[in-house]
């Protein structure tokens, strides 16, 4: 496997923003309004992030239990249950990685229910540990197409969020400041866009599990020129790889799409397992979640209500489905892989008849693969290796 050299640039990157993080700080779910508060002047810290963190390090089992003795359910969200569980063990990844003494402390909470109901009660549990306010964002749900009224909900609610953040910040809103925050994020992940559709050329230059290590700046620090900077860097660097012929892999023999979570614990066997089969995971759902189109400067309260409310996850069935049959085409993608997360049903996409239905519009082979987000007791190595390989057999 090729490795991609801005690799470098992205840790330096990420160690930065954990280490920079300061007074005031805002909490708030991966598709929150982040512009809006950094552009009060809080610095924005993603609990979420944290989660894939203690998956990737392979701890979050270690800390689950924690949040089960605490009556949180073995089988509902793994991020949820691994973040409540690291708070409640005094344990933070952010120690080793970052040199943090733990986790940045909130001066405000805020959530958007735009990608589940359980984001409510994992904020809600920090708000009273940490007692300090917690603003809910409740948006429309699953919706088939977002109409003007679902938006103006949204901005209504993003509105009312305004005095408070003004209180918790000292600083006074500032239209001209939220402008220019939604036009960095804007400019970042239309470069994000551009670097993940550089894999509609065969051979791509970034895979699936790579790209969920580079994602990493689009979730936690859009909205900065830091952003901006990385993803112009990686575009290049792909785009050079694309001009001469250079692939993750040499040689793609199939080229797959994963739909729902990462499995954060086994990214790595995960990719040596399909780069040993010559197989391509080139798109998914996940990292195309933070592709922000309708982000706009000129009306910033419309548009980004648009934008976090027309996310994937908050999409009825017939609208996922017609947006997984136009990646399919637009990747030339030979076969989909379903992650269906035990502790995850809001990003498990098989659940109601969506692998036929796609194998049926778009022609394309489906695999339904078991396992989690975070909590590996839910994922058996074993048998998805060999379920995968079956599969890309079928289809090579
Ligand atoms: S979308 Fe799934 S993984 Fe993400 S916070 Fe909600 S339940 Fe957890």
Redesign the pocket.
């Known amino acids: 496997m090729r490795t991609i050299e801005s690799t470098n640039e992205l840790r330096r990157l990420m160690g930065a923003y954990f280490q920079g993080i300061k007074k005031p700080v805002a909490w708030c779910?991966?598709v929150g309004p982040a512009e809006l508060l950094r552009s009060f002047g809080f610095e924005v810290y993603f609990p979420?992030n944290h989660?894939a963190l203690l998956g990737a390090t392979r701890t979050a089992g270690d800390y689950i239990p924690a949040a089960v003795k605490e009556g949180y359910a073995g089988d509902?969200?793994?991020?949820?249950t691994s973040d409540i569980g690291a708070h409640l063990s005094g344990e933070t990844p952010l120690k080793k990685h970052y040199g943090l003494k733990e986790v940045p402390r909130p001066d405000l909470i805020v959530y958007n229910t735009n990608?589940?109901r359980?984001?409510q009660d994992?904020f809600g549990f920090f708000a009273k540990e940490y007692d300090v306010p917690v603003f809910g964002i409740t948006p429309p749900r699953h919706v088939d197409e977002v109409t003007s009224a679902h938006v103006a909900d949204v901005v209504s609610q993003f509105k009312d969020m305004l005095p408070l953040c003004e209180k918790i910040s000292g600083n006074r809103f500032d239209i001209d400041r939220f402008r220019e925050t939604l036009r960095l994020s804007r400019e970042a992940t239309d470069l994000w866009k551009e670097a993940l559709a550089t894999a509609v050329n065969s051979p791509a230059p970034m895979l699936f599990f790579d790209a969920t290590i580079h994602m990493g700046p689009i979730v936690v620090l859009r909205g900065t020129q830091e952003a901006k900077d990385y993803y112009a860097l990686l575009l290049k660097e792909l785009q050079g790889m694309v001009a001469k012929g250079e692939g993750a892999i040499p040689r793609e023999a199939c080229r797959i799409y994963w739909d729902g979570?990462p499995i954060w614990g086994k990214l790595r066997s995960l990719s040596d397992l399909f780069a040993k089969n010559q197989a391509a995971v080139v798109a998914s759902t996940y990292c195309n979640s933070w592709v922000f189109d309708a982000f706009d400067e000129r009306d910033p309260f419309t548009s980004s209500a648009l934008a976090y409310t027309e996310i994937f996850?908050n999409r009825s069935e017939k609208a996922k489905t017609a947006i997984l049959g136009r990646m399919v085409k637009d990747f030339g993608i030979h076969g989909v892989i379903f992650h269906d997360?035990k502790?995850?049903?809001?990003?498990s996409n098989a659940r109601f008849g969506m692998p036929q239905r796609l194998k049926k519009e778009a022609g394309v082979e489906t695999l339904v693969l078991e396992g989690d987000?975070c909590d590996l007791r839910f994922y058996s190595e074993g048998q998805s290796h060999t379920k995968i390989e079956a599969f890309i057999e079928q289809l090579t």
């Not at 502790?343 to 990003?347: F, I, M, S, V, W």
């Open positions: 779910t991966s979420e989660g509902i969200c793994s991020y949820l990608q589940c359980e984001v994992w979570m996850i997360a502790t995850c049903h809001n990003n987000l």
